[in-house]
T-cell receptor, first 117, second 110 residues
């Protein structure tokens, strides 16, 4: 299947700093990427939908100024957690949809575990 | 009513058993159906993808979609301890928005 790479896999930062997480589709072009947050033993919570070349669409309750999403190319989307606080500590996962072929297939990155001290 | 319902389990089976995982949904427009396996602290891994109705088999895994009943299943034959994970169902109507089940936690006991 298609490969989605997410980096970094783990990051620890101090409260008040910003952290950037990258999501890359390695062997396909992704017009649409999705960002999720997942708490322990819970399912995926969609944060935003990122479309290449346009502004991201955020889900209700997700602060767009806190979680900055940039989808600059067909293979890269970034999530920046600004002025991080301990309550932002979570597992963040991106996914990407293929541009062609099986339209409905969705591939996930490995996830990034953020710990804010 | 949630778009997708999935029994969270946990489900515990002996090694070699046949495992049946299920999801029901309410939106008749869903046509893309997926099953993911997620190990602890990892991203979900796509196991099976089905478009519209029918069965699909891949090794020990079989996915079934019954659109008339709005019901999808994943069967795992000859289950192994390495199958122990959380299994998520997902579905979409257009491929632009995806709906996930809450996941079923499976433990295969050696």
């Amino acid at each position: 299947g298609a490969v989605v790479s997410q980096h970094p896999s783990r990051v620890i930062c101090k409260s008040g700093t910003s952290v950037k997480i990258e999501c890359r589709s390695l062997d396909f072009q992704a017009t649409t990427m999705f960002w999720y947050r997942q708490f322990p033993k819970q399912s995926l919570m969609l944060m935003a939908t990122s479309n290449e070349g346009s502004k991201a669409t955020y889900e209700q309750g997700v602060e767009k100024d806190k979680f900055l999403i940039n989808h600059a190319s067909l293979t890269l989307s970034t999530l920046t957690v600004t002025s991080a606080h301990p309550e932002d500590s979570s597992f963040y996962i991106c996914s990407a949809r293929t541009l062609a072929g099986n339209t409905g297939e969705l591939f996930f990155g490995e996830g990034s575990r953020l710990t804010v001290l | 009513q949630k778009e997708v319902e999935q029994d969270p389990g946990p489900l515990s089976v002996p090694e070699g058993a046949i495992v049946s995982l299920n999801c029901t949904y309410s939106n008749s427009a869903f046509q893309y159906f997926m099953w993911y396996r997620q190990y602890s602290r990892k991203g979900p891994e796509l196991l099976m993808y089905t478009y519209s109705s029918g069965n699909k088999e891949d090794g020990r895994f079989t996915a079934q979609v019954d659109k008339s009943s709005k019901y999808i299943s994943l069967f795992i034959r000859d289950s192994q301890p390495s199958d122990s994970a959380t299994y998520l169902c997902a579905m979409s109507s257009t491929g632009n928005q995806f709906y996930f089940g809450t996941g079923t936690s499976l433990t295969v006991i050696p």
